[in-house]
């Protein structure tokens, strides 16, 4: 589905316009670069949104594009040759989806309820490198931070419990609240459980009894909306290290 442009005022690339209502500019791309850097950078961009299930972009498709999403979650996942899905992560607001030494996109994307995203070529923004140096060495702080997080997911998968997952899962979507200014409790989980179980490895019915075990151990609380209370955080920590 092609996405829409954002309908408000900030369409137009008058920079104070642009950025005014962006409450997660200082951890996206644009975070180091000062008024005339932003001026520049913001004459590439669209501001583009997507309802929920929307495609954003498909495995193996030209990566003519990258993205800071600004509102909203995304997931991502691959398709196995079987048809099969693993979703590889989320991304939250602040964080950049296109990122890839490649030609086409490694992952596809999609929206998990309604996104809204920046919209950049990948040209372009190469180009804009000369110019801003500081911007092409953020890229590649970010890329470091997602190859942590690949290795961190690699360890979550091959060496924790069905408990220990879920523990981690949430304590790791608490700190990324946390990062965005947003209080650490609840936690909002917009996934369903079997996207969450794509992405730890589990089965949907696996995931569904271990929410129910930590809720009855006293650990969490379930309600309404997706929202998760860590009722003891020491608890899931220490659950989530293997103590």
């Known amino acids: ?51 929920d299930g929307d495609a954003i972009i498909d495995e193996g498709e030209s990566a003519e594009h990258v993205f800071n999403v600004t509102s909203g979650v995304v997931r991502l996942f691959k398709l196995l040759a079987d048809g099969r899905r693993t979703v590889t992560g989320f991304l939250f607001p602040g964080d950049f989806l296109g990122l890839t030494n490649r030609e086409t996109y490694v992952s596809s994307a999609e929206a998990l309820g309604d996104v ?87 089965t949907t019915e696996t995931v569904s009894r271990t929410f129910t075990q930590l809720k009855v151990k006293g650990l969490i609380r379930l309600e309404a909306g997706g929202k998760v209370v860590l009722t003891d955080r020491d608890a899931l920590e220490d659950l989530a290290a293997g103590a």
């Open 1 to 51: 589905m092609k996405p829409r442009l954002a309908t408000d005022n900030t369409i137009n690339l008058d920079l104070p316009a642009v950025c005014a209502d962006c409450g997660v500019r200082e951890m996206t791309l644009c975070a180091p670069l000062d008024g005339q850097e932003m001026h520049k950078l913001c004459g590439l961009l669209q501001r583009i949104e997507f309802a």
């Open 116 to 202: 809204r995203l920046c919209r950049f070529s990948r040209t372009k923004l190469e180009a804009l490198f000369t110019d801003i140096p500081k911007l092409e060495k953020r890229l590649l702080g970010m890329a470091s931070n997602d190859l942590a997080a690949a290795q961190d997911q690699m360890v979550l998968l091959g060496r924790k419990s069905a408990g220990e997952k879920i523990a981690s899962f949430l304590i790791a979507l608490s700190d990324r609240q946390i990062a965005r200014a947003v209080p650490a409790d609840p936690v909002l989980v917009p996934m369903t459980r079997s996207d969450i179980a794509d992405y730890l490895g589990l």
